[in-house]
């Protein structure tokens, strides 16, 4: 795949603003529902020497974009240079793609020093779910 001008500026565009959305989302759904999954999406505490420094929510929503730019220049670029999967349907490698940080949801809820979604929360581990496929259900417009 060559990545021009103009591919580079779609597969950020996209990147950002399914991570924004997933943000938003998230955090409107923690207000409403009680169920911390937006505290675990920006939670890194768990994490060595980074974990250590106080980040605002500002900051640890652009490591969340950073992540999201990550996952959306990952899904183009197998797309477009593992002949593999250029025969899939895009909407099934996105999932596909979006599974892992789905499943994150397990360890990251059980690494967590502080107080996020609890691992065993069946309604917030649906939202984390849900909005993280709803993310997917966008990334092939990255294309």
Not at 27 to 32: A, H, S
Not at 85 to 92: L, V
Request: glycine fraction near 4%; charged fraction near 10%.
């Amino acid at each position: 795949m060559k990545m021009n001008g103009k591919t580079l500026k779609k597969v950020c565009l996209i990147g950002l603003i399914n991570g924004i959305m997933l943000g938003f989302l998230m955090k409107l759904l923690e207000m409403y529902s009680g169920k911390q999954v937006y505290q675990l999406l920006l939670n890194v505490d768990f994490l060595p020497v980074i974990g250590a420094i106080p980040w605002s929510e500002a900051t640890l929503f652009l490591f969340h974009l950073l992540v999201s730019l990550i996952i959306t220049f990952s899904y183009v670029y197998i797309l477009h240079t593992w002949s593999i999967f250029r025969k899939w349907k895009t909407y099934t490698l996105a999932i596909c793609i979006i599974t892992p940080a789905i499943l994150l949801y397990f360890p990251l809820s059980l690494l967590s020093q502080t107080e996020v979604a609890h691992p065993f929360d069946l309604a917030a581990f649906f939202l984390w779910s849900l909005l993280h496929l709803i993310y997917a259900i966008f990334l092939p417009k990255a294309i």
